[in-house]
């Protein structure tokens, strides 16, 4: 049985990796917003935070009625009981990845959870 699982993929408005990969600790979705349009929905969440990269493009997130600007390179943190939607801009679209994991249930990272081998 191996250790790692490897997928690719192409280029769709939503792709999440939870299935594709087999992850147990996190959903990960990459997803791109066309320009002018939004997610059609507003939504919070029972537990889980949510991590927001933004790689292309630009646009807002409406945050508990907060607009916020979001450009490339911007990250944001939201946590479970927060409303949002996230909207691109007029004259682009905006893409990003969503890291969604248990709010408070990390008990280990790089520094105290990895092994290094001799």
């Given at each position: ?5 490897k997928?690719?993929f ?16 996190a ?5 791109t ?14 537990q889980?935070?949510?991590?927001y990269y ?10 508990d ?10 990250w ?5 009981k ?14 990003y990845?969503c890291?969604q ?18």
């Amino acid at each position: 049985m191996s250790n790692f699982k490897k997928v690719c993929f192409e280029n769709a408005p939503r792709v999440e990796l939870h299935d594709k990969l087999g992850l147990t600790g996190a959903e990960i979705s990459i997803n791109t917003i066309s320009a002018g349009e939004c997610v059609p929905f507003i939504h919070s969440h029972k537990q889980n935070e949510e991590v927001y990269y933004i790689f292309d493009g630009s646009g807002k997130a409406v945050i508990d009625n907060e607009e916020i600007s979001l450009v490339t390179g911007d990250w944001i943190r939201i946590s479970p009981k927060a409303e949002r939607q996230f909207f691109a801009a007029k004259d682009n679209s905006i893409s990003y990845i969503c890291i969604q994991t248990k709010e408070n249930s990390l008990e280990g990272f790089t520094a105290n959870d990895g092994i290094v081998k001799q």
